[in-house]
């Protein structure tokens, strides 16, 4: 079991920058895959990025890449996303959402077990 608490939204206005952290519990957090998702109103949930359990490799969504960058932290148990070059239209929910992989391989964009409670980020124009 991995519990996960997202924290770090809020209201930003466009251009702005925000960063997302997300605290896991549980010691085995170098075995897991991690991603972002978000959801905005009337939407899906989506990918945004993901990171493989050393940190080695990453993924991002083509709506965000270039302006996010996700890291994590295997001692501290942590996975952050620095949001730069905020656009109205990240306007959502941000989910963080832990994977167990056996390998370190490159981080899926599906099937994840855990999920956080979500942070909201706003972003006025």
């Known amino acids: 079991q991995v519990q996960l608490v997202e924290s770090g939204g809020g209201l930003v206005q466009a251009g702005g920058s925000l960063r997302l952290s997300c605290a896991a519990s549980?010691?085995?957090?170098?075995?897991?895959?991690m991603g972002w998702f978000r959801q905005a109103p009337g939407k899906e949930r989506e990918f945004v990025s993901a990171?493989?359990?050393?940190?080695?490799?990453?993924d991002y969504a083509d709506s965000v890449k270039g302006r996010l960058t996700i890291t994590r932290d295997n001692a501290k148990n942590t996975v952050n996303l620095q949001m730069n070059s905020l656009k109205p239209e990240d306007t959502a929910v941000y989910y963080c959402?832990?994977?167990?992989?056996?390998?370190?391989?490159?981080?899926?964009?599906?099937?994840?077990?855990?999920w956080g409670q979500g942070t909201q980020v706003t972003v006025s124009s």
């Open positions: 549980g010691r085995t957090f170098r075995n897991y895959a």
């Open positions: 990171i493989s359990p050393s940190g080695g490799k990453t």
């Open positions: 959402a832990a994977s167990w992989t056996f390998r370190d391989s490159d981080p899926p964009r599906q099937g994840y077990t855990f």
